[in-house]
């Protein structure tokens, strides 16, 4: 079982800046990627951006390119997602999730554990 919890949503004015955490606990050390994901009201839920656990190695939605940057720290077990230069369409809940598949897990069914999500909102 792996546990994840989400911070650091809220509301922010286009063009400004939220930087979003996840918190795993539970069976890490058996975990490959860790992905967020997000979802806005009426679509489905897409792919924003990736890392491996054990190399670091990152990759990302064409729509976070350039703007987004996931890191992670192995010794406190957490992944954050920095988001810069935000538009209203960015506007979803965001969620963690983790995936134990080798590659580069952009399905959400390639993601076994999801936290509970947080919401961002971008104003105009």
């Known amino acids: 079982q792996v546990q994840l919890v989400e911070s650091g949503g809220g509301l922010v004015q286009a063009g400004g800046s939220l930087r979003l955490s996840c918190a795993a606990s539970?069976?890490?050390?058996?975990?490959?990627?860790m992905g967020w994901f997000r979802q806005a009201p009426g679509k489905e839920r897409e792919f924003v951006a990736a890392?491996?656990?054990?190399?670091?190695?990152?990759y990302y939605a064409d729509s976070a390119k350039g703007r987004f940057t996931i890191s992670r720290d192995n010794a406190k077990n957490t992944v954050d997602l920095q988001m810069n230069s935000l538009k209203p369409e960015d506007t979803a809940i965001y969620y963690c999730?983790?995936?134990?598949?080798?590659?580069?897990?952009?399905?959400?069914?390639?993601?076994?554990?999801w936290g509970q999500g947080t919401q961002v909102t971008v104003s105009s």
């Open positions: 539970g069976r890490t050390f058996s975990r490959y990627a």
């Open positions: 890392i491996v656990w054990t190399d670091g190695r990152t």
């Open positions: 999730a983790s995936s134990p598949r080798w590659g580069y897990p952009e399905k959400v069914y390639e993601y076994d554990y």
